[in-house]
């Protein structure tokens, strides 16, 4: 009789805080998941499934603060994010009336051909549904390959997109158009700006400042366009656009 082998089929279910089932069940089934198992004594433990993956629950810690977001993170590997998010955004709109996008829970926004989007459920865990091919190196601070405002830009992009930090990438979009945006080409600071006003909204900044900013930029047809190619996913844009 031969020895036991291990075998390249294994499967990994991640296990996450709970810090109220109500809450944590509610929120999946109004994105689409399905309870395969719940239990509430002696202890919580809830399995739900979506697709081909699962995601299960267990007792949150004690002092767990949701708000933090450091209860726990999964990732996701799909083929391809956008149907993943166009699916949750749908869910949310039919159920809520609006995408939500601040707050707890929320959905990171998806810019057209980003590699990755988050979930950050009501116990404050974070979920990153990522492209299989995503690229293993990021250039965190901006791309080499750029400079000035345009690097700016690309750092708030990482950190939005890679790291889940919008805050970071706002205080980054200020300090650069403080640093740079007098010298930089009208399209660019209309990205920026652009950013920042979406950015601001989602943190509960005023906004106002950084749309009339950009309303009062002088753009040539090939900046509209320019801008509209990278910022055209914000519902928002044609009435912040001068």
């Keep these: 009789m031969s020895e036991p082998e291990v075998r390249p089929n294994e499967t990994t ?8 089932m109500e809450d944590t069940l509610a929120f999946y089934e109004t994105l689409g998941f399905r309870a395969v198992y719940r239990q509430s004594k002696p202890y919580v433990y809830l399995a739900l499934e979506w697709s081909g993956f699962q995601l299960r629950f267990g007792p949150a810690p004690r002092g767990l603060d949701p708000a933090r977001e450091e209860s726990a993170h999964c990732l996701v590997l799909v083929d391809e994010v956008a149907p993943y998010h ?7 709109r039919r159920a809520y009336g609006k995408v939500l996008d601040s707050g707890l829970p929320r959905i990171t926004r998806y810019r057209p051909g980003a ?3 988050t979930l950050v459920d009501p116990s404050g865990n ?3 549904f990522v492209r299989r091919d995503e690229p293993d190196e990021l250039e965190y ?5 750029l400079t000035g405002l345009a690097k700016v830009i690309d750092n708030a992009r990482i950190l939005r997109e ?3 930090d919008d805050l970071q990438a706002y205080r980054a979009l200020k300090s650069g158009m403080r640093r ?3 010298g930089a080409a009208a399209a660019e600071r209309a990205v920026a700006l652009g950013n920042l006003a979406d950015l601001a909204t989602a943190l509960g900044e005023p906004a106002e400042p950084w749309i009339a900013e950009l309303r009062g930029l002088t753009l040539t047809e090939d900046d509209r366009r320019r801008v509209e190619a990278e910022l055209g ?10």
Excluded at 86 to 91: G, K, N, V
């Design 126 to 128: 974070v979920i990153t």
């Design 162 to 164: 890679f790291k889940n």
């Design 13 to 20: 279910v991640p296990l996450m805080p709970c810090a109220s």
């Design 233 to 242: 996913h914000l519902a928002a844009l044609p009435a912040w656009l001068p």
């Design 180 to 182: 740079h945006g007098a």
């Design 115 to 117: 590699s990755r989007f």
């Design 86 to 92: 166009a699916a949750f955004a749908a869910a949310m």
């Design 141 to 145: 601070g901006g791309s080499k390959k």
